[in-house]
């Protein structure tokens, strides 16, 4: 009978064992899930938008960097002013990131008004990217300037600077400054090394082009 007894008691205290210890497991996950809810409810919805909308003047980054790398970004008050509207007018994230998309559109096809012009009229086109920063760029002035003489009425050229169209050069995926990207048209050409940029290297392959439309 005593036996029988301790049988019992070490039967009951296996099962309260194991049994604490099957639920000790789901008590941590529920832990867990509600620590990382209550991590993403502290973020408030501005919070939230700024770090996934991109910047206006580099789409390397998003909205909060753009801040911190790109301070003198004159878009970012603009920016900052619509998504505080939008969010006090009860939108919700994808409404205001997609406004914010679309501003940024904007703002790249706003710099391209003219380029876009002669890509329409099927013009020989030029783009030129430099910074007013660059001491090679300084140097090839005079080189672009001859084209620009020696292809005026024939060619359209456009010229970006690093600082003010930054946003263009992630748009036109440009590493290098200065560089040279030609179009015919719609049609994106070869480019010219930025250790290449000479009189004769530009004249060759805007005369190959220009003979080839006449």
Do not use: W
Request: aromatic share 10%; net charge neutral; glycine share 4%.
């Amino acid at each position: 009978m005593i036996k029988l007894k301790k049988l019992l008691v070490i039967i009951i205290g296996a099962i309260i064992l194991f049994a604490g210890c099957t639920s000790q497991p789901n008590t941590n996950t529920n832990n867990n899930t509600n620590n990382q809810n209550n991590g993403t409810q502290t973020r408030t919805l501005y919070e939230q938008i700024e770090a996934e909308a991109i910047c206006p003047c580099s789409t390397l980054f998003n909205l909060k960097d753009c801040k911190k790398y790109f301070s003198d970004c004159q878009y970012t008050p603009i920016i900052d002013a619509t998504i505080q509207n939008m969010i006090s007018e009860g939108k919700t994230k994808d409404e205001i990131l997609k406004a914010v998309d679309q501003y940024n559109i904007g703002i790249i096809e706003g710099k391209l008004n003219d380029f876009r012009k002669s890509q329409n009229e099927n013009r020989v086109i030029v783009l030129y990217f430099k910074s007013t920063l660059c001491e090679i760029c300084h140097e090839k002035e005079p080189v672009l300037n001859e084209i620009k003489e020696k292809y005026k009425g024939k060619v359209d050229i456009y010229e970006f600077d690093r600082i003010n169209d930054g946003v263009l050069f992630d748009y036109f995926v440009v590493d290098r400054i200065p560089s040279i990207i030609f179009f015919d048209g719609k049609t994106r050409l070869n480019e010219v090394p930025f250790n290449n940029i000479s009189v004769d290297g530009i004249s060759s392959l805007l005369d190959f082009t220009l003979d080839k439309k006449k």
